[in-house]
């Protein structure tokens, strides 16, 4: 069909089938599984700073705006030094290298970029880059230039981790890989997954993470933020083994703040030898890892929050479990001060209320997972507290033993009950002989 006759037969046909017809024609037949997106409103709506970069583009979903331009300039200086290290006078290779991925790393994102071929891939080379050098001068000091700001100032790069680990503020893992694989040095702790872990290890808020999430393979991450929770929850997941299939109105939707699970008999300990998310209910002792409260950890859990949404209804949402699970158990002050005085919450923030409005923030707006990761334990302690011999002890530790002199007075009248039944069977004893 000529050129001439498909003009003069868009010129006879109706427009709006011709725009939708052209609008098919540019749609895939299978439909692309994006992994970098915008946060949805809902998740949006309690401080959407948190989802926001404060110093640092990465990806086109922030580039351009105000906030991150001053770093622009720094992306460019550690390209040079890069080069100069290398001994290279050109990025022409690199260039070449990601040109070939450029398609590809469109995909990854839900919305339409509005980017040509070259500004894409000076963006992706550009913050590509940047990140691999970052995490080289973190990891390996003798990287770093004596001038470089970011390590003179430890608050600078305390923002540039914050922004880095954002779900809107990303750039495909496999940019980073080849870019990587490309500059690597012969210096032994060059290594993507051990630098990165390194970058995680401070804001973790699990400390006792195993050493064995160092061997993650990362073909199939999707990218920074992605490789993290991979870290975080691998383990954890493959461990979760979900019950025999309840409908919605058997299944335990909630329990109760670590205070109300104290009166009814539950003792609450670290858990020293488990996954940080690996939860346990063992004969009425709730068993919890090791959790570390620093000024990221809301950011983390919202961004990680933000990125299981996009994960399909069959896939374990785990850090959003968790999340849930402590909402749940803190509902208030009170019940931080319980979870750090036996050593499961570790507070950086300083005031124990800080903790409980942060979970309080995270736990209003996230739906858990249909195949919820902690549903047995919630049946378990569900099932504890519903016998009664527990709510009978509740019941007497709450109206009878709430202050130490209540005890004091109870364990004085149980002895004087003694000594008067001593001095009864004496009495006994001595009439009869």
């Known amino acids: 069909m000529n050129t001439e006759y498909m003009i003069k037969m868009s010129e006879t046909r109706d427009h709006v089938a011709v725009r939708i017809d052209n609008i098919l024609l540019d749609l895939p037949s299978t439909p692309s599984k994006p992994s970098i997106f915008r946060v949805?409103?809902?998740?949006?709506?309690?401080?959407?700073?948190?989802?926001?970069?404060?110093?640092?583009?990465?990806?086109?979903?922030?580039?351009?705006?105000?906030?991150?331009?001053?770093?622009?300039?720094q992306k460019f200086r550690y390209l040079k030094l890069l080069l100069q290290r290398k001994n290279e006078f050109s990025v022409d290779k690199y260039v070449m290298a990601i040109r070939s991925f450029e398609e590809k790393a469109r995909k990854c994102y839900a919305?339409?970029?509005?980017?040509?071929?070259?500004?894409?891939?000076?963006?992706?080379?550009l913050d590509g880059f940047f990140i691999i050098e970052l995490l080289r001068k973190h990891g390996i000091e003798e990287f770093r230039d004596k001038d470089d700001t970011i390590f003179q100032y430890e608050q600078i790069l305390s923002r540039?981790?914050?922004?880095l680990f954002l779900v809107e503020n990303q750039i495909p893992l496999f940019i980073l890989d080849q870019l990587f694989s490309m500059t690597k040095t012969g210096n032994p702790d060059d290594n993507i997954d051990y630098l990165i872990h390194l970058f995680i290890d401070d804001i973790s808020?699990?400390?006792?993470?195993?050493?064995?999430?160092?061997?993650?393979?990362?073909?199939?991450?999707?990218?920074?933020?992605?490789?993290?929770?991979?870290?975080?929850?691998s383990s954890f997941a493959k461990m979760v083994s979900f019950g025999p299939?309840?409908?919605?109105?058997?299944?335990?939707?909630?329990?109760?703040?670590?205070?109300?699970?104290?009166?009814?008999?539950?003792?609450?300990?670290?858990?020293?030898?488990?996954?940080?998310?690996?939860?346990?209910?063992?004969?009425?002792?709730?068993?919890?890892p090791g959790l570390h409260i620093s000024d990221e950890s809301e950011t983390l859990f919202?961004?990680?929050?933000?990125?299981?949404?996009?994960?399909?209804?069959?896939?374990?949402?785990?850090?959003?479990?968790?999340?849930?699970?402590?909402h749940c158990l803190i509902n208030s002050s009170k019940d931080v001060e319980a979870l750090r005085r036996v050593g499961i919450i570790t507070n950086f923030l300083g005031d124990d209320g800080m903790v409980y409005h942060m979970f309080n923030r995270i736990g209003r707006y996230i739906p858990t997972s249909s195949d919820f990761c902690y549903q047995q334990v919630f049946e378990k302690v569900y099932r504890h507290c519903g016998q009664r011999r527990n709510r009978w002890m509740a019941n007497l530790r709450r109206n009878y033993f709430n202050t130490?002199?209540?005890?004091?007075?109870?364990?004085?009248?149980?002895?004087?009950?003694?000594?008067?039944?001593t001095q009864t069977v004496f009495s006994v004893l001595s009439y009869k002989k």
């Open 404 to 421: 130490p002199w209540a005890f004091v007075s109870f364990f004085a009248a149980v002895m004087l009950l003694i000594f008067t039944l």
């Open 302 to 326: 919202r961004n990680m929050i933000a990125y299981e949404h996009c994960f399909p209804d069959d896939h374990a949402k785990c850090i959003t479990d968790y999340a849930f699970f402590m």
């Open 160 to 163: 540039l981790r914050h922004d």
């Open 40 to 73: 949805n409103d809902d998740l949006r709506r309690t401080n959407e700073n948190l989802y926001d970069p404060k110093v640092l583009a990465i990806g086109p979903l922030h580039h351009g705006k105000d906030q991150v331009c001053k770093m622009e300039q």
């Open 111 to 125: 919305e339409h970029i509005n980017f040509d071929q070259d500004e894409f891939v000076e963006m992706l080379i």
């Open 245 to 288: 299939d309840k409908t919605e109105e058997h299944k335990v939707l909630a329990v109760n703040s670590t205070n109300e699970l104290e009166e009814a008999g539950i003792k609450f300990e670290k858990d020293t030898k488990s996954n940080g998310l690996d939860i346990k209910f063992i004969n009425g002792v709730m068993k919890i």
């Open 205 to 233: 808020p699990w400390p006792d993470i195993s050493e064995a999430t160092l061997k993650l393979p990362i073909k199939n991450i999707d990218h920074l933020l992605g490789l993290v929770h991979k870290i975080w929850c």
